[in-house]
């Protein structure tokens, strides 16, 4: 196969123009005879990665492989090319068979108690106890991550409250923990973070509910944060729907979004690892990462560092490399430095995906 020549500013490294060459969709950093140039000029950036995605899920639940496809495809099309699905209803690994698709990551399906989540998504376990055994069940299901429910509303007590005692969560933890998986949770308020970071979770998501001693703990172990900001802008529309039923429920979820950018803001600055994650899916609509990464420049980070966060940053944390010998061909590239102005991630001028030009 004759191969594939590309020359121009190679991200995250910057500085001079520099050439990489695609052979059977892996990057080489030695001259290929023949090869055919397809960029000259312009920034390289490795293969966007949106670290909180639902492909699969729709409002109504799952929906069929199909519509499935049209997601990812729209995530590609934005310059994602790498997806950790945090949870979904359907089983998308005919998609991984597809390589025209972005590359998934899947997290099996989301653990849960019966009416302590979305209806129909997740797994519901009517005893607790059951948690470690699910959670090996959905390691050897998934992809290395395993998706809890940390916090819902508790309907008895009208507010966020946390679905599993701390003992359940050490047992839990350790079991995906034995099987060579990660574990993350969707976490809204205050409550459920102590005793999920005392068992050694891996990440949090949305994590709206951060105090500094939570945020001190995640800098400290290392913890990841994905905030999935532009779902977290819903949070209003959510309280309002469940004001009249649970007020107190509401006025909570309204105090977590009107004080969240300073709280991302205090995690950023503590050090605390960050990604972005779109949570598209559902009632957030797919090939969103841009405003994401917008959104994190907005709370704080550098532009050079919200990219990083959607791109060579969460490949590493991920265990993906970036643009290197032997790496997957997975390339987005801009006429623009897009660490100058995150608005040229809106204009790919090129998407290679596997060695692939799309």
């Known amino acids: ?78 310059g994602t090319l790498l997806i950790r699905d945090c949870g979904s209803p359907l089983d998308t690994r005919p998609l991984q068979e597809r390589l025209d698709l972005p590359r998934i990551i899947r997290a099996g399906r989301h653990l849960a108690r019966p009416k ?4 129909y998504l997740g797994v519901e376990l009517e005893d607790e106890q059951d948690l470690p055994a699910a ?7 998934g992809d290395g991550w395993v998706k809890l429910v940390g916090d819902w509303i508790d ?45 050694g979770i891996d990440c949090v998501e949305h994590g709206t509910g951060l105090t500094d001693d939570t ?4 800098a400290a172990a290392g913890t990841a944060l994905v905030p999935t900001l532009i779902n977290i802008e819903n949070f209003p529309d959510i309280a309002a729907s469940g004001a009249d039923r649970f007020p107190s429920y509401a006025k909570h979820m309204r105090e977590l979004h009107a004080r969240n950018r300073a709280t991302v803001a205090a995690a950023v600055e503590a050090g605390v690892p960050v990604f972005a994650g779109t949570d598209a899916g559902g009632g957030i609509e797919h090939g969103r990462i841009v405003d994401e990464v917008q959104a994190l420049h907005g709370v704080g980070l550098s532009r050079h560092d919200a990219l990083a966060a959607a791109s060579w940053a969460a490949r590493e944390w991920l265990g993906f490399p970036s643009l290197v010998e032997g790496a997957a061909a997975d390339v987005v590239v801009y006429d623009r430095d897009p660490r100058e102005d995150l608005a040229a991630l809106r204009r790919p001028s090129l998407v290679m995906l596997r060695g692939r030009i799309h």
């Open 155 to 199: 309907r008895g007590t009208g507010d966020l409250a946390p679905l599993w005692s701390d003992d359940v969560l050490v047992r839990a933890i350790e079991a995906a923990h034995a099987a060579g998986a990660r574990v993350t949770a969707h976490v809204f308020g205050e409550d459920a973070l102590p005793g999920l970071l005392a068992a």
């Open 1 to 78: 196969m004759t191969g594939l020549h590309l020359r121009g500013v190679v991200l995250p490294d910057g500085g001079e123009p520099r050439d990489l060459w695609v052979v059977n969709g892996r990057i080489r950093t030695r001259a290929v005879p023949g090869a055919r140039t397809v960029v000259d000029g312009g920034y390289l950036v490795p293969g966007l990665v949106d670290a909180h995605c639902h492909v699969g899920l729709g409002a109504q639940g799952a929906v069929d492989l199909p519509e499935a496809v049209e997601q990812a495809l729209l995530d590609r099309e934005a």
């Open 135 to 141: 959670v090996a069940e959905q390691a050897a299901n």
């Open 116 to 119: 302590r989540y979305i209806r």
């Open 215 to 218: 945020i001190a703990t995640m």
